[in-house]
């Protein structure tokens, strides 16, 4: 394995990380529903006034709601990539070249990375990846080279292998093998929560690590018959009410099995929504921008935590946390070895969690490929760099940047740069530590970042 360190940037880390709580005899069940574009409004609890979502919806009464809770960036690989290893995705070189991993990418995760999956399985953990990976196809890339003892679903993007006349051939593998090509997309759903209730079922016994990372609402869409037709939203409505009942057939099985008391579920969605593609798209509500953007609207997401018993019911929190929190916390919670030998990013958030406070404000850095556009501290992002999304506009550098208080303005409308210089100040000092931290990272991995 290889070694990277950065002492200003771990000791940063070191700084600010609290105690781990000290893990039960009995380490939990640990799983993460993380959806795909769907926005920070497309859930019923969420405010969305047409796509039904009962099942989140009582996930969310029985757990926590984050109202500010984000992913790491605001496209799909190197999100993906932030949510197994707890790391900003520059530092992996997992965002560069054309942003996304397509089928003739030859890179992938580097075999140096540390996976969320590789990590629980030192505590003995039984680990399964269900839906779409998008870390890499070619075998030395795919979730059974990464941790995962199982594995079913895409391997990258439901519209790529497009075909003359309309359609994809993407590929649906178990294991490494293929099975089925093209996939037949409209069964997609229901046949991952199939899976990963059976992957429920046989672990019972032991503590499992489940990734069950929906295919939709990306586009095309596509729901079964018994969803089709049937949301007043159209399809990206019946789409996210069978992802919804999916999510609810594995909160059924744990409670069905009685694990539900020794489960932590987390649901989230790797970026905001596609809204170029107008009703095949979904909504960041009052949230500015969407996918590829990062305003708010592409990278605030839903996140929803559940633990029946530990973690308090009904709760709203307005805490700053993000995708990249999952890494750390399920291992201090797990009471797995977290990697020293390189920088966190995540913070173990298990405090707010289990309801014993919140943790002091950190900067948050959202990034666009390889480049630094934005950060938050507390209330306040500064935009250094900005883009509606994917199609729409040229990114529009910032010079001075811009500086929006988002507790008061969540849609980013009021630029109060010029009322604050001490914020803007403060802010652009935290993102000269940070990038002096990441600096020697973006040179050594150029090379990889082009294979994407």
């Not at 938050?376 to 001075?400: C, F």
């Amino acid at each position: 394995m290889k070694t990277a360190t950065f002492a200003l940037a771990a000791a940063l880390a070191a700084s600010a990380a609290p105690i781990p709580p000290a893990p039960a005899a009995d380490p939990p069940n640990l799983v993460v529903l993380f959806a795909d574009d769907l926005g920070w409004g497309d859930l019923g609890c969420q405010g969305h006034p047409t796509i039904r979502t009962p099942c989140l919806d009582r996930m969310a009464r029985e757990g926590m709601r984050f109202t500010q809770f984000y992913c790491a960036a605001p496209v799909c690989t190197p999100s993906r990539a932030a949510i197994l290893t707890g790391r900003l995705p520059v530092r992996s070189g997992m965002c560069g070249g054309r942003g996304v991993l397509f089928p003739d990418s030859t890179g992938g995760i580097p075999d140096e990375e540390v996976t969320l999956a590789e990590a629980l399985k030192g505590r003995g953990y039984r680990t399964a990846c269900i839906g779409k990976w998008h870390l890499g196809h070619l075998p030395r890339y795919l979730p059974t080279r990464h941790g995962f003892d199982e594995y079913f679903g895409l391997p990258y993007s439901n519209d790529m292998d497009g075909v003359p006349g309309g359609g994809n051939n993407v590929p649906l593998i178990r294991g490494e093998a293929v099975i089925e090509r093209p996939a037949v997309q409209e069964t997609l759903t229901p046949r991952y929560a199939a899976e990963a209730v059976r992957f429920i079922e046989e672990n019972r016994a032991r503590p499992f690590f489940l990734y069950l990372a929906w295919t939709y609402p990306h586009v095309p869409l596509h729901a079964s018959d018994r969803f089709r037709g049937k949301s007043p939203r159209g399809l990206y409505g019946d789409a996210v009410e069978e992802l919804d009942r999916g999510s609810g057939d594995v909160l059924d099985a744990l409670r069905r099995l009685g694990l539900d008391r020794r489960t932590l579920v987390v649901f989230a969605s790797d970026n905001g929504p596609w809204l170029i593609r107008n009703e095949a798209g979904g909504s960041a509500g009052l949230l500015r921008g969407g996918k590829g953007s990062t305003w708010e609207g592409g990278m605030r997401v839903p996140g929803i935590a559940w633990w029946p018993g530990t973690v308090p019911a009904g709760v709203e929190s307005l805490a700053v946390a993000s995708t990249l929190d999952i890494f750390p916390t399920f291992l201090g919670l797990a009471g797995a070895e977290i990697p020293r030998d390189r920088p966190i990013d995540g913070r173990d958030i298990a405090p707010i969690l289990l309801g014993k406070g919140d943790l002091p404000p950190a900067p948050f850095f959202f990034y666009r490929g390889m480049d630094l556009w934005a950060a938050r501290k507390g209330p306040w992002k500064i935009h250094l760099v900005t883009r509606s999304g994917y199609g729409t506009d040229k990114p529009e550098a910032h010079d001075p940047p811009l500086l929006f208080h988002l507790e008061r303005d969540p849609s980013e409308r009021f630029d109060v740069a010029k009322e604050h210089p001490d914020v803007v100040k403060d802010i652009l000092e935290e993102i000269g530590r940070h990038r002096a931290g990441v600096a020697p990272v973006k040179s050594r991995l150029a090379a990889r970042a082009a294979d994407l």
